[in-house]
Structure formats: C-alpha cells, structure tokens
C-alpha cells in the first residue's frame, strides 16, 4: 500500500509505504525506471520492518518501489544481478569558519 502527505515543515512530499505477507527479511528496492536497470537504490536490506516513508523525488518523473520478501529475488538484482547496498549516513558540519582548535560537531 502507498500514501501521499504534504510535508509543510520541510516543504516535501512524503511517500508512506506499506506491505503485509511474505517472510521476513524483506529487501526494499527503489529506482527511476520500472525495469530496475537504472536509478536503483536499496532503502532498506534484511530488514523486518512491514512499513517505510520516504521523501518524494522533486525531479524524478516516475518512482518505483518493490518489497521482496526472504524468499524472493528484487526486481534490482534480477536486472542488474545484485542488490546496490543501502546509502551509508553522511556526517555534516554545523559551522561554518572553523579555525585551528575550534570544537566540530559532526550529525549522521
């Protein structure tokens, strides 16, 4: 199942999906083209969630998403013949100006 919300905080809209049955652990997939050749991404891998939200695409023309249980293959590895691992958090700086012996708080 899929949601659409309006994220007046942030300005977005936020996608809520949502699957039932199957076998955990599930494999989430996402990608701009319905084959999974191109655009993919792993959002969530061996994962036992059963519900995900995400922030719509403000330039992507289509969306796909595709939840594959334990026992099935993703539509990304059966194009591409893996699953892309999911996107590893980036810490940010805070401050800009930062001088020699200034403290860094770094968030992921």
Do not use: H
Request: glycine share 12%.
């Amino acid at each position: 199942m899929m949601s659409k919300t309006w994220d007046s905080g942030t300005g977005t809209w936020q996608l809520g999906l949502s699957w039932s049955g199957g076998t955990s652990p599930y494999t989430i997939s996402y990608s701009t083209d319905p084959s999974f050749q191109r655009g993919d991404r792993t959002l969530g891998m061996n994962v036992s969630i059963t519900a995900l939200t995400v922030t719509a695409s403000s330039t992507a023309a289509l969306e796909c998403f595709a939840v594959t249980d334990a026992q099935g293959v993703s539509p990304a590895e059966q194009g591409l013949g893996y699953d892309p691992y999911p996107d590893i958090p980036q810490p940010t700086i805070q401050q800009d100006g930062l001088w020699w012996g200034d403290s860094v708080t770094l968030n992921s």
